[in-house]
């Protein structure tokens, strides 16, 4: 079938139009360096590059649960950490006081040294972190322990909420432990009354009692302070695992993101040769166009 000048000339546009076409996709993809820029690109791959992402963001809010965990979780083991101290200061005046040759004014002094040490144990129970009190359970707005009247000191004002946070699939740690279990208002440490008692019934027999009385006191003491101790490892235990799941987490989105990277990135040496290739067509396709414009130019000018 013989083609007219016509033919040829439509026929010659719509190949110079699709070698337009493809060379723009492809300058498309080379200065974008992406593969798939629509998803009839390759829907086979569009999908694995959606679940490729999916799973890439669920680390990301997996890595922001273990970003603002950690600290909490660090001012609490060393809150932990300064209760124990002052716990080990009461013992150690104690262990000095438990001597029956003392003088009147050196108990004074041991007396006062034990009011700073209570002073100093309320302070670190209501230690808040961005403004909420770590040791309230839920309660995080109101104060974990307050002052009152009587035999002890202070009563326990939070709740037995715990806070929990996921830090990796499947895997949920607490981020608090209440003061009812820390400070042991609820006699579960072992000691006969909560820490705060403790010191004040010891600052009472340093400041009255006998050096036997004194002795007594060491035992709701230790007691204590094997209490505080046991909350700390568990708060150190849950950061090691934090920070274990941050190393996870980090691991597996290098992984996830090379995998993206070979699903929608171009092959940037293939990309530079099809490039070249693809503007010689184009060049080719404007030189056989021009040619047979130049063609039907004549026929016209023939036909006048």
């Known amino acids: 079938m013989r083609l007219t000048l016509s033919q040829q000339t439509q026929n010659s546009l719509m190949y110079l139009n699709s070698a337009s076409t493809r060379l723009s996709e492809i300058q498309n993809r080379a200065a974008t360096g992406k593969r798939i820029l629509k998803p009839s690109d390759d829907v086979p791959g569009t999908d694995r ?21 950690k600290p909490l979780l660090n001012i609490t083991e060393g809150a932990l950490g300064d209760l124990g101290d002052a716990l080990r200061s009461a013992r150690d005046i104690a262990v000095a006081a438990a001597n029956s040759s003392l003088s009147s004014t050196a108990r004074e002094a041991y007396a006062v040294q034990l009011d700073n040490i209570l002073a100093e144990m309320a302070d670190i129970a209501n230690t808040r972190y961005m403004e909420q009190y770590i040791f309230s359970g839920t309660a995080t707005d109101q104060p974990a322990i307050v002052q009152q009247a009587g035999p002890q000191p202070y009563a326990y004002n939070g709740d037995l909420g715990e806070r929990r946070t996921q830090i990796l699939s499947g895997i949920v740690i607490p981020l608090n432990i209440s003061g009812d279990k820390v400070f042991n208002f609820t006699g579960a440490g072992g000691s006969t009354t909560d820490v705060f008692t403790a010191i004040s019934q010891l600052r009472e027999v340093v400041r009255y009692g006998t050096a036997t009385a004194v002795s007594g006191e060491l035992d709701n003491i230790d007691a204590s302070l094997d209490n505080v101790l046991s909350c700390r490892a568990r708060v150190g235990s849950w950061i090691a695992r934090t920070e274990r799941a941050q190393s996870i987490i980090e691991d597996t989105k290098i992984r996830l993101s090379e995998l993206l990277s070979d699903q929608e990135d171009v092959d ?4 530079i ?21 130049d063609m039907s130019l004549a026929s016209l000018t023939f036909l006048k």
Do not use: F
């Not at 590059?49 to 965990?69: E, G, H």
């Not at 040769?273 to 414009?293: C, D, H, M, P």
């Open 273 to 293: 040769v099809e490039l070249k290739t693809q503007e010689n067509v184009y060049q080719a396709a404007l030189g056989v166009s021009s040619r047979i414009l």
């Open 268 to 271: 940037l040496a293939q990309m």
């Open 49 to 69: 590059s959606l679940s490729l992402r999916t799973a890439i963001s669920t680390l990301n809010q997996l890595s922001d649960n273990t970003v603002v965990s």
